[in-house]
Every structure is written in C-alpha cells, then in structure tokens.
C-alpha cells in the first residue's frame, strides 16, 4: 500500500502475525517535505488502531541516511510565520503519532539521523541501529534551534545529551555514543544483522499480551499528555526565528556550501 507525494512514499505491510512494517522513503538523504510528513503521522495512526496489527517496525528505505529531516527546499521557502509553524508542525505530528499509537513500535536506523530524524528514532518504543548511525542536531547550524524534536530526545536521552548535540549543532555523535546515552538499545555492525534481531524482537512481541503491550506503552509516555499543544508552540518557536534576517543568511550560507 503505498502513496507517491513529490518523488517519495510512505508504504505499509501487516503480516500474518500481526507484524507491521512502516516504510517512508525520499530521494534526497530521506529528507521529508511536509506533506511526506503528514502521510507518515497519518499512517502510524491508521496502522496502531488496526486490529490486525500487534507491533510496528519503523524504517526507512535505502542503506544511508535513515532520516535527513525535514526537506531543506522548504525551508528556504518560508517567508510568513503560518507557513512556518506549519512546516515545523511535521514532524511534531509524527512524533506525537508515534506517542499517542496504541502498538509499540520498533524503530531501524541504518545510518545517519539529523535533525527530525533524530526525533523520530526517540519517539518510537525500542530501537535498533547499525554502527553508521551517527545522529546531530544540526538546527541551531541555521539560525534555529531542535526546539519540536527536543521533547522527544531529552526524554530519551537526557537534557545534559540532549544539549550538547544542540549546542553543538555542526557535531555528529557516533551511534556508540547514541547507546549509551539510551537513544539505540543496540548497534550492530551490519545491517544484516540489525534486521536479525528486530525480526527476533518483533516475533516475541507479536506473540505477547496486546492489552499488556498497550498499557506498557501508556506508562512509559506518562508525562507527555501535554505534547500536543507543547510541540506546535515549539513549532511556532521555529516558525518565528526563520523569518528573521539572521536565519536567513545563515540558511544562505549554509545553501553555498
């Protein structure tokens, strides 16, 4: 099942066990334009209130970057400050689809993760990653800052880690560094066997109490009920800060190079 939005997809298959695959895929390192980011979140949602479906791995196509963020080419658009917070509301919906989902979700990073990618490998439940999974939050790099994703990843890993990739926005932190501090539950060095042992896990869970599994769920994102409102006044936080001159020529900058 699949929908093509501007030269990407978001495809999904539910096996007959109850395993379902989410797939998103663009051509460009995985970078999402909005509307990409929309079928994703709608997705998550549509595949977690299926009765069929008892766990979901999360992945994306190719063997380099797992996720880009959101598209660049829309950025360097934006000049009015609904269009915005519309922009940087993508990937808060995906993130608080993936909270608010019913199924516990396994995320598979095969490589880098910037930005909203880096969000999104922290909104799922359990995830597994390869040794090319380096991750950076590469916002402030441009005049903004992580502030949509920052929820999601401090939860994750910490404020202190949370803050030295923000501060740090041009750094790229080794997928080791990312297991230790609770991002990736493992690294493996091939992708191969990364795939081995999400098959593994998902199997185990796809046999588990689904009432069980659900509550679980509801006990670890204790906390976050607010999300829906915090992320889309963090996503008016960014929305703001693009349009001042500042931004703008650090994106032009960052356009040459």
């Known amino acids: 099942m699949s929908e093509a939005v501007e030269q990407g997809n978001v495809e999904f298959t539910i096996n007959e066990k109850g395993i379902a695959i989410i797939e998103f895929f663009h051509p460009l390192s995985n970078s999402l334009p909005g509307k990409i980011l929309n079928k994703l979140a709608n997705t998550i949602t549509e595949v977690g209130n299926n009765d069929d479906t008892k766990v979901i791995i999360l992945k994306s196509k190719g063997d380099r970057a797992f996720c880009a963020g959101a598209s660049f080419d829309e950025l360097i658009s934006i000049n009015d400050l609904a269009t915005g917070k519309e922009f940087f509301s993508g990937f808060a919906k995906v993130i608080n689809s993936a909270r608010k989902c019913p199924k516990l979700i396994i995320g598979r990073v095969q490589g880098k993760a910037?930005?909203?990618?880096?969000?999104?490998?922290?909104?799922?439940?359990?995830?597994?990653?390869?040794?090319?999974?380096?991750?950076?939050?590469?916002?402030?790099?441009?005049?903004?800052?992580?502030?949509?994703?920052?929820?999601?990843?401090?939860?994750?890993?910490?404020?202190?880690?949370?803050?030295?990739?923000?501060?740090?926005?041009?750094?790229?932190?080794?997928?080791?560094?990312?297991?230790?501090?609770?991002?990736?539950?493992?690294?493996?060095?091939?992708?191969?066997?990364?795939?081995?042992?999400?098959?593994?896990?998902?199997?185990?869970?796809?046999?588990?109490?689904?009432?069980?599994?659900?509550?679980?769920?509801?006990?670890?994102?204790?906390?976050?009920?607010?999300?829906?409102t915090l992320l889309l006044e963090r996503a008016a936080m960014s929305g703001e800060l693009v349009l001042s001159d500042f931004t703008r020529n650090a994106i032009n900058a960052f356009k040459k190079k």
């Open 114 to 228: 910037v930005g909203g990618g880096v969000g999104m490998a922290s909104a799922v439940d359990f995830c597994y990653a390869t040794k090319f999974a380096s991750v950076k939050l590469s916002e402030l790099a441009v005049g903004i800052g992580p502030f949509v994703v920052g929820p999601a990843v401090e939860r994750k890993v910490g404020t202190s880690a949370m803050s030295m990739m923000a501060i740090n926005a041009t750094e790229w932190y080794p997928a080791e560094w990312a297991r230790e501090k609770g991002l990736y539950a493992d690294v493996f060095d091939s992708i191969e066997e990364m795939d081995a042992s999400i098959d593994t896990l998902a199997n185990k869970l796809a046999a588990s109490n689904p009432q069980a599994m659900s509550m679980l769920k509801k006990v670890f994102w204790e906390g976050t009920e607010n999300w829906d």
